[in-house]
């Protein structure tokens, strides 16, 4: 047992602690609230779906325990029970070649995360949204649409995992710049890649027919100086009833997806409000901001993979014997993958507070182009929609919602556009 063994430990259980305490706050706070209708809601919220939201949302946190739970247990077993060190002894032996055995690491890792994670999302579609009446898939989707993630992970993944195993050999000890660089590219090409190659694989896009509805879109971006592309509809309602829109692609890729789920439930009205909000995330450069956020805070990290796989301790501690010094390569990157996120969830608040203080840019942004009462209704009917609680616990949201609570949002825009508060 060592000093950072202590430490991991020490995290772990600090990070399972906080998000079991924030689930039963949560839980109890939707509870208490779950037999009124909040006062600013109360004329447009029944107080059926009122609790229909809170049972959607307790089923929700109780199932992300569960699933947590798990993923520490296996986290553990992989890590202090020396699952890491058997499956890599077990590869050495197999194979000669310590490029491929260490590929092979990475590779089974992946295989083994997918598989504990595959029951939960089984249960999660067909029963859990499937009870509150959101699920659309079959299950035959739901195996297609992972055979697709399964070639698109080993096509994509493979060779990138082979780049940054053989800078981390060949590039001397400045790699993991080298490898940031490598991960700044790849990312900017998915920037591209994904809207026109990888999510059309997943979804059909059609371009928007209803005429009166892509002028008055067309005329918003003109006045928000908006460069548009291309207008979509996306057949969301294949697989859930849940409802969105969403910019993607920057350049000539640049283009705007609707749910079809969402132009069924919204008028033009609240539609243009809502797209005028998106906008106001292109107008207030948070997008961009948040990429090279991103960026910065990946170099970081890069640089702590650089100087942790040179540590003994850092394998040590957290139950590897390195058999091989010289294949150490694969296992820092397992390793590190694997736990840092125990490190950075206590921090979660703070990456959502910026968030949120976008979300409200965004909104009074919407409120000058388009109309804050417009957004309010559509806001209200998408929360309806969605079955999203009114009433989260607000430590809670502080960790986990890049969104603010319905009732402050709404407040808010209420005072941008003027309207009377109830
Ligand atoms: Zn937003």
């Given amino acids: 047992m060592t000093l950072f063994t202590l430490l991991f430990a020490l995290f772990l259980l600090l990070d399972a602690s906080l998000r079991f305490w924030l689930a039963r706050r949560q839980v109890a706070h939707v509870m208490r609230h779950r037999d009124a209708v909040p006062a600013i809601f109360a004329d447009r919220i029944s107080l059926r779906s009122h609790q229909r939201a809170a049972d959607y949302t307790v089923a ?8 947590r739970i798990v993923d520490a247990g296996v986290l553990v077993g992989l890590t202090l029970l020396g699952g890491l060190q058997a499956i890599d002894l077990m590869l050495i032996r197999l194979f000669d070649n310590g490029f491929l055995s260490q590929l092979l690491l990475l590779a089974s890792v992946g295989v083994i ?41 080993t096509l994509i993944g493979l060779p990138l995992a082979a780049a940054v195993l053989w800078l981390m050999t060949e590039a001397g000890t400045l790699w993991w710049l080298w490898a940031w660089l490598l991960w700044v590219a790849f990312n900017l090409v998915m920037l591209v890649a ?24 067309r005329n918003l971006a ?29 350049g000539k890729a640049r283009r705007i997806v609707f749910f079809d789920t969402l132009l069924s439930r919204l008028n033009h009205d609240q539609i243009e409000a809502v797209l005028a909000h998106e906008l106001g995330h292109f107008h207030h450069r948070h997008i961009l901001k948040r990429i090279v956020v991103s960026f910065a805070l990946s170099l970081g990290f890069f640089a702590l993979l650089g100087y942790l796989s040179t540590q003994l301790w850092f394998y040590v501690g957290l139950g590897v014997e390195l058999v091989k010094f010289a294949s150490f390569q694969a296992m820092a990157l397992v ?52 079955a999203a609680t009114l009433t989260p616990d607000p430590l809670h949201s502080a960790f986990y919602d890049s969104h603010p609570p319905a009732a402050v949002r709404i407040a808010r825009l209420r005072l941008a556009g003027g309207a009377q508060p109830a």
């Fill in 60 to 67: 929700r946190v109780r199932m992300g325990l569960i699933e």
């Fill in 113 to 153: 995360m997918m598989l504990v994670g595959l029951p939960f999302s089984l249960w999660r579609q067909f029963r859990l949204e499937a009870r509150f009446g959101f699920n659309r898939m079959t299950l035959p989707l739901f195996f297609s649409d992972l055979a697709k993630n399964i070639v698109l992970s």
């Fill in 222 to 250: 003109t006045r928000c100086g908006f460069p548009l592309n291309g207008l979509f509809v996306m057949d969301g309602s294949r697989r859930s009833a849940h409802g969105n829109a969403y910019f993607t692609g920057f």
């Fill in 335 to 386: 390793l590190f993958c694997l736990v840092v996120p125990v490190f950075t969830f206590p921090f979660a608040f703070i990456t959502n507070m910026g968030s949120r203080r976008d979300e409200f840019q965004a909104d009074a942004y919407a409120a000058s182009q388009s109309n804050a009462d417009h957004l309010i209704a559509a806001l209200v009917r998408l929360y309806d929609d969605n």
């Fill in 194 to 217: 994904f809207p026109l190659w990888i999510a059309p694989l997943f979804n059909r896009f059609s371009p928007l027919e209803d005429e009166t509805l892509a002028g008055r879109i």
